[in-house]
């Protein structure tokens, strides 16, 4: 073990952990530090290993106050499915080094922390992420079913990744949700490279074609009046599959995170 003596001559100092607080980003934290103290003046001394142990301790303290995976907990959950950081940076559509800093302290935003949690299949906060509404199978397909009519189109089909019927339904949520402050269908959705899409839609495909649609809760008169609206200004696929790609909200996304109903004020599409 490293000795080191207290420069007033009081001989060794003794390694403690020590409880410290301070500013971060405007965010006061607490954090653990250890450092050398002198038994008889109290004086501290910090070593060349601590400083970067400093930066990590107040990061994380920072990270725990703002609901955010501290380095340890990304690190345990990435290891603990498996994942080395180089299948978690594939899986999240990102570079390695992205996994290496939040590992080792940088800060994650809230759309990628959010992105970590889903690939991790840790706890996700899902209030802001299902409209007030809890996610319901039918009403997605009752909402297909209803916009079907109103194009004269199908939009479900046999061999489709759901590439344009989620643009239809994520422009209906998004709508609703702006409108009348409750989404229609209570889905959640990933900001993709071929634009929003239904979370894990890969695994709700199969259950949307069987699901019944009568079922469900019917739509509302406002609702339609919604749908009606975004039929008129996207009568054909192209239009709502372009339209999305404008979006600001689905471009200043991560890809993989979810996309937040607070968005939906911003679409500037409809």
């Not at 959640?188 to 695994?203: F, I, K, R």
Request: with cysteine.
């Amino acid at each position: 073990m490293n000795t080191v003596k207290c420069p007033m001559g009081h001989g060794n100092m003794a390694l403690r952990k020590v409880e410290k607080t301070t500013t971060f980003k405007g965010v006061d934290v607490s954090f653990e530090v250890e450092a050398y103290i002198c038994n008889e003046c109290s004086l501290e001394a910090g070593t060349v290993q601590s400083a970067g142990k400093v930066q990590r301790s107040i990061a994380d303290a920072y990270r725990e106050k703002m609901d955010l995976l501290t380095s340890h907990e990304i690190k345990f959950l990435r290891k603990s499915r498996g994942f080395t950081q180089q299948q978690l940076a594939e899986l999240m559509n990102i570079g390695i080094a992205s996994i290496k800093r939040w590992e080792t302290g940088m800060i994650q935003s809230k759309s990628m922390d959010y992105a970590l949690r889903m690939q991790l299949q840790c706890d996700i906060k899902l209030d802001n992420y299902s409209g007030n509404r809890e996610f319901s199978i039918p009403r997605v397909k009752l909402v297909i079913k209803i916009l079907e009519e109103k194009l004269g189109k199908r939009l479900l089909k046999i061999t489709d990744r759901m590439l344009y019927a989620a643009k239809y339904l994520w422009y209906a949520d998004m709508t609703a949700f702006r409108k009348l402050g409750r989404s229609m269908t209570g889905a959640t959705y990933a900001a993709l490279p071929l634009g929003p899409q239904l979370n894990n839609y890969s695994d709700l495909v199969a259950e949307i074609k069987k699901a019944d649609e009568k079922s469900t809760e019917p739509l509302t008169e406002e609702e339609h009046k919604l749908l009606d609206r975004i039929g008129q200004r996207f009568p054909e696929e192209q239009l709502v599959y372009d339209a999305s790609h404008r979006e600001k909200v689905w471009a200043d996304t991560p890809i993989g995170a979810l996309i937040p109903y607070s968005k939906a004020n911003e679409l500037a599409e409809i």
